[in-house]
């Protein structure tokens, strides 16, 4: 790991999805390393939740990784076609973590994603079709163009969209949560943040009031080993992300974030605690950013062979697949259609994405408050329908050409 | 001498300040190994050393709050916001610790809180703010936003030399598109002093940042049309304002257009319209104009963004309906 790779230890040093309250860990700190994870996945006991997942249920978190992987895959492409509008964002060896969780939820729970949880949101009912809509940023996309990549949500399927600011959905989701308990409904909701999201004032107080107030929420803190370049010794002194439970005195646990029934597991536990009035939970998922930041992004200060190490050691697919097979019985050709089909999916996504129309400019005017519902044009731009004229020059303003910095 | 970008300038600026004083330190999120987000600070972690370029946990309050009090100490700590827009989350400390800590406790805050401004880059509304107009409203926190390379050199320097608390929104549009010679020696440019980009005779642009380029380009292009002598003023400076600069280009052209990329209403267009309105009143031929950003957070399409930010276009229909009064 960085620095200087003295302090060498698992994810937390207990087997992951153990439970921690009031203990401090045993003094070694969390560092990744992917060469760690021995087998396909720790072998789970009858009583886990994920023993009660059909066949059918445990095929189905297969598809939605695969979705997950592809379709980023295809944005990929899109991007270097220069058809995506600003900054791509990769999960790559994420997935598991994304999917898991979210699959532990009900249709009436609300998650909150983050930008490495497309597969959440793909879960929660989100479309490839408006995914590419949104990142080519289309008139008809979910947004309307108006918002970036997967900054996108939907309440009635059950996903509330993130904005950049670190932290903030933390105290936005205790608010869903409040909600929910002040209705006496049966719902939960689920709230992701990245290790250096933890770093924030928003996290802290968010997570502080929903414990305090003994809210239905799962905090998930995804601890992939960076913050853009920020490796998480320089994020925390904490021994480990999950410690931090303790502070908030909330029940905390660990999971191998690319074990994707392990991360269903211990996500159920902790949406029935909170079902059952048990309040906040906050879950370390330890796993690990393949990637960039974003597309822009080379890695220079990621150590040689790391990655490497990750992708042929623990990609959380390549270990699901052993599990469909030994466990599940799958064949190579059940997979291979799986694959085939979410190919299809994307392909058909894509058809109609590109298709799709860029806004108009007056709808920009749409929507700042319920009352007015309508902007009206500044002085300048009275009679006219679009705000740039042909005789601008078309090799400077208003054309982004630089992939330097991240959005 | 090789020109250099604005980005570069911005660099040699932290370099050359770094190496004259030892007071002088950078804070901020992937400053170090990565040198930033935009590559700002790119090289200085391997000339300066880890403890006067410090990666920091994403805190903002916690960076901001730690150079006010690293400055009472006496150090010259140089923050950087990844991108100008959080700095929305050091709001609390920077209107209600830092703007007032000389005045109410004789406590001296000198640093500067620099990073990315601005639009016309398809950031959407989290990558692309213009937030100078909160804190130009802040007594006790002076706002510089340069537009040239020469400037943003020169005005870094000051700022880091300055007592105060300088705010230095950087226009990322402009990290790698302007360039400029730098002058010979330690350049400084003093803040709180407009700069006349253009000099002309009919009307008055009153700008800063990115939209300076637009006014120029606006300014040929109506010298090409219409004939008409355009007068641009880069501001340089947004807090404290230069009166006089603003004045004098007032009652040369009698006719004023006031250009900012940031929105309309709290915008300093309309601090500097009132200022006009109340100095030189008798010097006007026309009322004075404004060409802003719509009231919209700031959207991420191209279309979109395009309608919603001032273009060329929009400053060539202003000046010719003050022309034509
Ligand atoms: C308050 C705030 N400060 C800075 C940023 C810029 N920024 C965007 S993503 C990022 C790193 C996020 O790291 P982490 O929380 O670990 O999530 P990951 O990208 O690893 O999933 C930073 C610093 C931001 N979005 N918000
Ligand atoms: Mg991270």
Known sequence: MPASGKRKAGPGNREPGTETRGASGNGKRAELDGSRFPGPRSQSASDRASAKLTRDQKIDLYYWMRLTRSLEERLVALYRQTKVVGGLFRSLGQEADA???????????????????????????????EILR????????????????????????????????????VPVMAGVTMTFKMRRQDRVGLVYVGDGATSTGAFHEGINLAAVQRLPLVVIVENNGYAYSTPISKQTAARQFV???????????????????????????????????????LIEVMTYRRKGHAEHDNQSYVPAGEIDRWAAENDPLDRYRVVMREELGATDEEIAAIDARVVRDIDAATDEAEKSPPPDPLDALIGVYADPPRERPLWFREGTD???DVNERPEGWGTWSGRTGSV | MAEITYLEALREALVEEMDRDENVFCMGEDIGAYGGAFKVTDGLLSRFGESRVIDTPISEIGIVGAAAGAGHMGMRPVVEMQ????????????????????????LPCPMVVRGPSGGYVRGGPFHSQNPE?????????????PATAEDAKGLMKSAIRDDDCVLFFEHKYLYRRIKGEMPQGDHTVPIGRARLAREGRDVSI??????????????EQLEAQDGLSVEVLDLRTLAPLD??????TVRKTNRVLVLHEDTRTGGIAGEITSRINESCFEWLDAPVLRVTAHDIPLPYAPSLEDFVLPQTSDIVRAVRRLAAY
Request: no cysteine; net charge neutral; proline share 4%.
């Open chain 1, 99 to 129: 999917v898991g969780s979210a699959y532990a939820l009900e249709r009436r729970d609300i998650l909150s994603p983050l930008i490495r949880n497309l597969g959440s949101m793909l879960v929660k009912g989100a479309t490839p079709l």
């Open chain 1, 134 to 169: 949104q990142y080519m940023a289309k008139g008809d996309s979910p947004t309307r163009g108006r918002e970036l990549n997967i900054h996108f949500g939907d309440t009635d399927r059950g996903f509330i969209g993130q904005i950049s600011p670190l932290g903030d959905m």
């Open chain 1, 243 to 281: 410690d931090k439970a303790i502070g908030y005195g909330v029940p905390g646990a660990q999971a191998d974030g690319n074990d994707v029934l392990a991360v269903y597991d211990v996500t159920k536990a902790a949406v029935d605690r909170a079902r059952s009035g048990g309040g906040v939970s």
């Open chain 1, 386 to 388: 679009r705000a740039v």
């Open chain 2, 83 to 106: 991108f100008i827009d959080f700095i929305a989350n050091a709001y609390d400390i920077l209107t209600n610790y830092v703007a007032t800590a000389r005045y109410r406790a004789f």
């Open chain 2, 133 to 145: 107009a909160g804190f130009i409203h802040t007594p006790g926190l002076k706002v510089v936003y």
């Open chain 2, 206 to 219: 009153i700008t800063y940042a990115a939209t300076v380029w637009k006014a120029l380009e606006a300014a």
């Open chain 2, 243 to 248: 009166d006089e600069a603003i004045f004098a």
